[in-house]
């Protein structure tokens, strides 16, 4: 079983930054891939970038390139969203999860574990 934390979400103001952390516990062999989602009240989970489990591969929502950037950690267990130039509509929770494959898959669907969400807030 893996449990994951996520932790950094907060409010900022539009063009600010944010940095998110996910740990995951329980498993620390590391070869998972893991991701971030974002949803809004009424909406479905929506994928945001992922990493592989060797952190070779990235990929990112058409939405998010060239503001966020996805990283696993030097303990590799944990994974990072840096998010720049931050814009009202990415206000959401985001969610961190992770998949027992080590190659990741945007359906939400395709992942095994969830956190428990991390509200981002950004004002006009």
């Known amino acids: 079983q893996v449990h994951l934390t996520e932790s950094g979400g907060g409010l900022v103001q539009a063009g600010g930054s944010l940095r998110l952390s996910c740990v995951a516990s329980?498993?620390?062999?590391?070869?998972?891939?893991m991701g971030w989602f974002r949803q809004t009240p009424g909406t479905e989970r929506e994928f945001v970038a992922a990493?592989?489990?060797?952190?070779?591969?990235?990929e990112y929502a058409d939405f998010v390139k060239g503001r966020f950037s996805i990283e696993r950690g030097l303990a590799s267990n944990t994974m990072y969203l840096q998010m720049n130039s931050l814009k009202p509509e990415d206000t959401a929770v985001y969610y961190c999860?992770?998949?027992?494959?080590?190659?990741?898959?945007?359906?939400?669907?395709?992942?095994?574990?969830w956190g428990q969400g991390t509200q981002v807030t950004v004002s006009s």
């Open positions: 990493v592989s489990a060797s952190a070779a591969s990235t």
């Open positions: 329980g498993r620390t062999d590391g070869n998972f891939a």
């Open positions: 999860a992770g998949t027992l494959s080590p190659y990741y898959y945007r359906p939400s669907k395709t992942y095994d574990y």
